[in-house]
């Protein structure tokens, strides 16, 4: 497999989010003899550097085909990353605690895509049992066609839901009449006594009292009002007429 030097070396540096990242001891493949190095782990690619502030890694670890596993070493808190073939490096590292080492061993043997593979096919597998139990608890939820009912009588209709009103209503005097739609619209021998009626339902406000001109006595109670409204207005006028002639002479007896 061929690698861009260039391009390993940005992708190791960049800012892009890194899965884990720290210092660990790495065992040197001629020297058995350990060293602290920084590693960054993206993706599948394990990136180790001589110091943190490094610009460039000094190699990179790719894990495909490779197994994590703990090994016995002078080291403590030590692992290993195994490839497959005879002639495949073993790499060994070491953590500083054993919450670190546990943390490292994580995150690597989850970073393969073969990993990515079987996780991506063991949830396909999961959504399509779940598809399965929804689809056959819906079929089995449906409820068997109930017995026939009859239609509801007009009487039942009305109860059910209210007459509707006409698009235009009938005026008297410019004020719309609402007792002449709903009784035309009532059902005979329905008429009851205050708010309500026989069967329970509201019934419209009654009408402003100037507008019901029902008789020659609501006709003749209407008449009078303006009558009074007069009488009214001319006491009224008298008395603020008589309080400002006196208010006048006062005023005029200060002068001096």
């Known amino acids: 497999m061929k690698l861009n030097e260039r ?18 001891y790495k065992r040197g493949e001629r020297h058995t003899a350990y060293h602290r190095r920084w590693f960054v782990l993206k993706g599948n690619m394990l990136f180790y550097f001589e110091e943190r502030d490094s610009r460039e890694p000094v190699g990179v670890i790719v894990l495909e085909g490779c197994n994590v596993e703990l090994c016995d070493s002078a080291e403590g808190f030590a692992f290993a990353i195994r490839f497959g073939g005879a002639k495949s490096r073993t790499y060994v590292l070491a953590a ?39 689809a056959g608890g819906s079929g089995s939820s449906r409820e068997p066609p109930g017995p026939w009912k009859p239609k509801p009588s007009g009487l039942e209709q009305s109860w059910e839901r209210p007459p509707a009103l006409p698009a235009f209503l009938p005026k008297e005097n410019g004020c719309a009449v609402w007792n002449n739609v709903l009784e035309a619209e009532r059902l005979p021998g329905t008429s009851g006594s205050g708010g309500h009626d026989e069967e329970g339902s509201p019934r419209p406000p009654p009408l402003p009292p100037r507008r019901r001109v029902l008789n020659g006595e609501a006709a003749a109670a209407v008449a009078e009002s303006p009558s009074t409204f007069c009488r009214l207005h001319e006491q009224y006028s008298r008395e603020v007429a008589r309080l400002r002639q006196d208010w006048q002479q006062r005023r005029r007896g200060r002068r001096p």
């Open 96 to 134: 500083e605690s054993q919450e670190t080492m546990e943390s490292w061993v994580k995150s690597l043997s989850r970073a393969s895509f073969d990993y990515m593979r079987l996780v991506v096919r063991e949830l396909e597998k999961q959504l399509q049992e779940m598809s399965r139990g929804l």
């Open 7 to 24: 391009s390993l070396a940005f992708y190791a540096t960049c800012d892009s989010p890194a899965d884990n990242a720290g210092f660990l």
